[in-house]
């Protein structure tokens, strides 16, 4: 039988897929294919979601089973079929054919990694994020993070289906462990309309309803009248200003007055109701010119208004005239464009000073509201949790609503934050906080037990928030990390800060950021003085504070590196200082040998201050590593102290030497494997230098020094085996004889005897073809 070669490389009984390769057909097919928008304009096909024209000789294009499966998991995820639930391949397909686009409530069951992986790689901004493995991340919970903080971004600020929201964090919650909130929605610019507007060109048309609905009443008459009737009619017009009073007969009241109090003398309460029914009078008086003042103007607004819509009489049609004869382009009539009735439009503000107007605007920081952030409080399982108000992300950042919250948005945050005991990681950052928002949130930031780190920079916090700065820190187990960088706090938070640290807790804070923040002489003395002696904070970040006296700056920081010993990161990034006061800052550096890190940029170092300053942080990362040099009681003689160092030897050599050694015990206790005898001896090869090389002539010369070497071997073989083993045939034992091959002799009886051995499966058709070429 005939061994055909497989060129194409597919295996047997893969179905395969495809159209004919004949040049007039392709050319056929391609006139007439129709364009892929056609099938979705005609009525037939236009709810069609697979096209298999599309995967006509495409290069990967899969079996019809697995399009059948993409198209499937095309439809949805929530019931997969059996087929394909049972089938790895089938199942690997679908997951990979999964949108990354589904919404959360209908593929937060998926458990495949890959897919959440998909998802966080395409709506993530952390490019990082694509060198971590499937196993090096928590795909699905950061996955489900996002998808959720979309809807949560996506929502209006005056609607929030709080209803649905819960349902669908109750479903995630338990795998939920971070969450990034940056542009969450603001009111809309119509909430913040001003009530009275700016004069525009046309004045705005005011009623007749809006001026006659002031009533005033008529004027009180001079005559007394008793004392209960009096008090009775002060009361009512007290309580009903606007009411029309009833007009009696001034005559037969007066008549009955002057008949009843002719005889009496008038006292000291009548002069005093006389004066006050004259002030209510005069003020009166004053209402009626109002309302007619008013009343005037609303006349004369409505003449101007008559006036502006007065069209002028057309005037009469002139009498036509011959056209002039076209003589060039110029010559042409060329008839206006059609009116678009703009110049009518009474209202045609200037967009440009309307602008400025918005970008003015004060906006009131306690109708900022947004959605209610209290829903964070159904993830129980969160570890970090960052939140910015940077608006909807539309580039509109001159619109200050977009960055102002209300303290009921916070007072919403703190509701749901109590509930957040596995709560590590908070960052409230760019954003506008002052005192009475911080005092909400750091009452329950203070009670959360696991908080390690809060990160409040970029708040434009002002230093009446320090008092609540010392509430946050005052806990037993102290947090490890207060970021407030690019504030305004000075002496009341630094005092606030200092009180803190002064008391005993179950652990330290490490690092301490007070970068950008203009910290006056006296906050940063203050701050120095409260720190030195406690073991807290061990990184210090100073960078940029804006001190006005430098020597100031730099006396506290000498007093804090030569006396806090628990110190290991000192930052004062821009801060600019002289030459006596960069040598006075580099001695206290050398002083301290816990040092690991400083960074000392634009602050005027010159090339051999930068190199010594790094020096002296080499030296101390050396000791900290070598913790053996500082080991007064093991080694108390320096030259004892130099014979251990000359004994140590570099890591890398010490790892090295271990792993020979271990490869070297590994050796030894290698099984021996029992020797086999040589089932075909070395033939030596006799090379014969010729000036006409020919190959065939070479290669029968080493066939006939193959086959007597051959016999030789075989006759003492025979010689030394004992008669039992002659019996031994062939067959059955392959190695007890030599296969010896000559290509010239080579019949089919052979290679079906031989064909099991190991070499090429086509090898008889080889050497076949090769000998009869050479005849």
Same mark, same amino acid.
């Given at each position: 039988?005939?061994?055909?070669? +497989? @060129?194409?490389?597919?295996?047997?009984?893969?179905?395969? #897929?495809?159209?004919?390769?004949?040049?007039?057909?392709?050319?056929?097919?391609?006139?007439?294919?129709?364009?892929?928008?056609?099938?979705?304009?005609?009525?037939?096909?236009?709810?069609?979601?697979? #096209?298999?024209?599309?995967?006509?000789? !495409?290069?990967?294009?899969?079996?019809?089973?697995?399009?059948?499966?993409?198209?499937?998991?095309?439809?949805?995820?929530?019931?997969?079929?059996?087929?394909?639930?049972?089938?790895?391949?089938?199942?690997? %397909?679908?997951?990979?054919?999964?949108?990354?686009?589904?919404?959360?409530?209908?593929?937060?069951?998926?458990?495949?990694?890959?897919?959440?992986?998909?998802?966080?790689?395409?709506?993530?901004?952390?490019?990082?994020?694509?060198?971590?493995?499937? @196993?090096?991340?928590?795909?699905?919970?950061?996955?489900?993070?996002?998808?959720?903080?979309?809807?949560?971004?996506?929502?209006?600020?005056?609607?929030?289906?709080?209803?649905?929201?819960?349902?669908?964090?109750?479903?995630?919650?338990?795998?939920?462990?971070?969450?990034? %909130?940056?542009?969450?929605?603001? =009111?809309?610019?119509?909430?913040?309309? /001003?009530?009275?507007?700016?004069?525009?060109?046309?004045?705005?048309?005011?009623?007749?309803?809006?001026?006659?609905?002031?009533?005033?009443?008529?004027? &009180? *008459?001079?005559?007394?009248?008793?004392?209960?009737?009096?008090?009775?009619?002060?009361?009512?017009?007290?309580?009903?200003? *606007?009411?029309?009073?009833?007009?009696?007969?001034?005559?037969?009241?007066?008549?009955?007055?002057?008949?009843? $109090?002719?005889?009496?003398?008038?006292?000291?309460?009548?002069?005093?109701?006389?004066?006050?029914?004259?002030?209510?009078?005069?003020?009166?008086?004053?209402?009626?010119?109002?309302?007619?003042?008013?009343?005037?103007?609303?006349?004369?607004?409505?003449?101007?208004?008559?006036?502006?819509?007065?069209?002028?009489?057309?005037?009469?049609?002139?009498?036509?005239?011959?056209?002039?004869?076209?003589?060039?382009?110029?010559?042409?009539?060329?008839?206006?464009?059609? @009116?678009?009735?703009?110049?009518?439009?009474?209202? !045609?503000?200037?967009?440009?000073?309307?602008?400025?107007?918005?970008?003015? $605007?004060?906006?009131?920081?306690?109708?900022?509201?947004?959605?209610?952030?209290?829903?964070?409080? !159904?993830?129980?399982?969160?570890?970090?949790? +960052? =939140?910015? $108000? =940077?608006?909807?992300?539309?580039?509109?950042?001159?619109?200050?609503?977009?960055?102002?919250?209300?303290?009921?948005?916070?007072?919403?945050?703190?509701?749901?934050?109590?509930?957040?005991?596995?709560?590590?990681?908070?960052?409230?950052?760019?954003?506008?906080?002052?005192?009475?928002?911080?005092?909400?949130?750091?009452?329950?930031?203070?009670?959360?037990?696991?908080?390690?780190?809060?990160?409040?920079?970029?708040?434009?916090?002002?230093?009446?928030?320090?008092?609540?700065?010392? %509430?946050?820190?005052?806990?037993?187990?102290? =947090?490890?990390?207060? &970021?407030?960088?690019?504030?305004?706090?000075?002496?009341?938070?630094?005092?606030?800060?200092?009180?803190?640290?002064?008391?005993?807790?179950?652990?330290?804070?490490?690092?301490?950021?007070?970068?950008?923040?203009?910290?006056?002489?006296?906050?940063?003395?203050?701050?120095?003085?409260?720190?030195?002696?406690?073991?807290?904070?061990?990184?210090?970040?100073?960078?940029?504070?804006?001190?006005?006296?430098?020597?100031?700056?730099?006396?506290?920081?000498?007093?804090?590196?030569?006396?806090?010993?628990?110190?290991?990161?000192?930052?004062?990034?821009?801060?600019?200082?002289?030459?006596?006061?960069?040598?006075?800052?580099?001695?206290?550096?050398?002083?301290?040998?816990? %040092?690991?890190?400083?960074?000392?940029?634009?602050?005027?170092?010159?090339?051999?201050?930068? #190199?010594?300053?790094?020096?002296?942080?080499?030296?101390?990362?050396?000791?900290?590593?070598?913790?053996?040099?500082?080991?007064?009681?093991?080694?108390?003689?320096?030259?004892?102290?130099?014979?251990?160092?000359?004994?140590?030897? !570099?890591?890398?050599?010490?790892?090295?030497?271990?792993?020979?050694?271990?490869?070297?015990?590994?050796?030894?206790?290698?099984?021996?494997?029992?020797?086999? /005898?040589?089932?075909?001896?070395?033939?030596?090869?006799?090379?014969?230098?010729?000036?006409?090389?020919?190959?065939?002539?070479?290669?029968?010369?080493?066939?006939?020094?193959?086959?007597?070497?051959?016999?030789?071997?075989? &006759?003492?073989?025979?010689?030394?085996?004992?008669?039992?083993?002659?019996?031994?045939?062939?067959?059955?034992?392959?190695?007890?004889?030599?296969?010896?091959?000559?290509?010239?002799?080579?019949?089919?009886?052979? #290679?079906?005897?031989?064909?099991?051995?190991?070499?090429?499966?086509?090898?008889?058709?080889?050497?076949?073809?090769?000998?009869?070429?050479?005849?």
């Amino acid at each position: 039988m005939d061994l055909e070669d +497989n @060129d194409n490389g597919l295996p047997v009984g893969l179905p395969t #897929f495809g159209i004919p390769n004949d040049p007039l057909l392709r050319a056929v097919y391609d006139l007439y294919r129709p364009p892929e928008d056609s099938f979705r304009q005609m009525q037939s096909e236009r709810n069609r979601d697979t #096209f298999s024209e599309a995967f006509i000789e !495409h290069e990967r294009v899969g079996t019809l089973a697995d399009l059948c499966v993409r198209a499937l998991a095309k439809r949805g995820t929530m019931h997969i079929v059996d087929p394909v639930r049972l089938n790895p391949l089938w199942m690997r %397909i679908h997951y990979d054919s999964i949108d990354v686009n589904l919404p959360l409530r209908e593929c937060y069951f998926v458990e495949d990694a890959r897919f959440w992986k998909r998802v966080v790689l395409a709506k993530s901004s952390e490019q990082c994020l694509s060198l971590k493995g499937l @196993d090096d991340y928590d795909w699905r919970g950061k996955g489900m993070s996002i998808k959720y903080v979309e809807l949560v971004e996506a929502c209006p600020a005056s609607l929030w289906p709080e209803k649905e929201m819960s349902e669908l964090a109750e479903l995630i919650r338990d795998y939920v462990r971070c969450m990034d %909130i940056r542009h969450l929605q603001s =009111l809309s610019e119509f909430s913040f309309r /001003r009530l009275e507007r700016h004069s525009s060109d046309t004045e705005p048309e005011v009623s007749s309803e809006v001026s006659d609905g002031i009533e005033v009443s008529s004027d &009180e *008459l001079s005559t007394p009248k008793s004392r209960s009737d009096e008090g009775e009619e002060e009361q009512e017009q007290e309580t009903e200003p *606007l009411k029309k009073t009833f007009v009696r007969d001034n005559t037969l009241i007066a008549f009955k007055v002057s008949a009843e $109090f002719a005889d009496s003398d008038e006292s000291t309460s009548d002069m005093e109701r006389r004066e006050a029914r004259r002030d209510r009078n005069a003020a009166r008086q004053k209402l009626r010119e109002l309302k007619m003042a008013q009343e005037a103007e609303h006349e004369q607004r409505k003449q101007r208004r008559v006036n502006l819509l007065k069209r002028e009489p057309e005037p009469p049609p002139k009498r036509r005239r011959r056209p002039k004869p076209v003589r060039g382009v110029f010559d042409i009539t060329v008839e206006p464009e059609p @009116d678009d009735g703009e110049d009518q439009i009474l209202d !045609h503000r200037n967009k440009t000073k309307y602008l400025q107007y918005l970008k003015q $605007f004060d906006y009131d920081e306690d109708t900022c509201h947004h959605i209610d952030l209290s829903f964070v409080g !159904h993830f129980v399982n969160l570890v970090s949790l +960052n =939140l910015e $108000f =940077l608006g909807p992300g539309e580039g509109t950042s001159y619109h200050k609503r977009h960055l102002r919250f209300s303290l009921k948005d916070m007072v919403h945050l703190s509701k749901g934050l109590a509930k957040l005991v596995n709560l590590q990681i908070f960052r409230l950052r760019n954003s506008h906080l002052n005192a009475f928002k911080l005092y909400p949130l750091c009452r329950v930031l203070r009670a959360l037990p696991q908080l390690h780190v809060v990160d409040l920079g970029y708040d434009q916090m002002t230093d009446d928030c320090g008092p609540y700065l010392g %509430i946050l820190l005052d806990r037993q187990i102290m =947090l490890k990390a207060l &970021e407030l960088e690019y504030n305004q706090l000075d002496m009341k938070s630094v005092a606030a800060i200092g009180v803190a640290l002064q008391k005993t807790t179950d652990s330290n804070l490490q690092y301490l950021g007070l970068a950008h923040n203009r910290l006056s002489s006296g906050a940063l003395e203050h701050l120095c003085e409260r720190i030195t002696g406690t073991e807290h904070v061990e990184e210090l970040n100073l960078s940029a504070i804006g001190l006005s006296f430098p020597r100031v700056f730099v006396e506290e920081v000498c007093r804090l590196l030569r006396n806090h010993k628990p110190l290991r990161r000192l930052e004062m990034v821009a801060t600019p200082l002289g030459a006596d006061l960069r040598r006075e800052l580099i001695c206290a550096l050398e002083t301290n040998p816990n %040092i690991i890190y400083f960074d000392g940029r634009a602050c005027n170092f010159e090339e051999d201050e930068e #190199f010594e300053a790094d020096m002296i942080v080499r030296r101390n990362l050396a000791m900290t590593e070598n913790t053996y040099v500082r080991d007064t009681a093991q080694f108390p003689d320096t030259l004892e102290l130099l014979e251990h160092a000359k004994s140590l030897r !570099h890591p890398l050599v010490t790892r090295i030497e271990e792993s020979v050694a271990q490869q070297k015990e590994c050796f030894k206790n290698y099984p021996t494997w029992k020797s086999s /005898r040589v089932s075909v001896e070395d033939v030596p090869v006799i090379e014969k230098e010729e000036s006409d090389y020919d190959i065939w002539t070479v290669f029968a010369l080493q066939t006939q020094q193959n086959s007597f070497l051959v016999q030789n071997s075989t &006759e003492k073989a025979a010689t030394v085996q004992e008669p039992a083993s002659q019996k031994i045939s062939q067959s059955s034992s392959p190695r007890s004889s030599v296969f010896s091959f000559d290509p010239n002799n080579f019949t089919l009886e052979q #290679f079906r005897e031989h064909v099991y051995q190991p070499g090429p499966g086509n090898r008889y058709n080889y050497f076949v073809e090769k000998r009869d070429s050479k005849f």
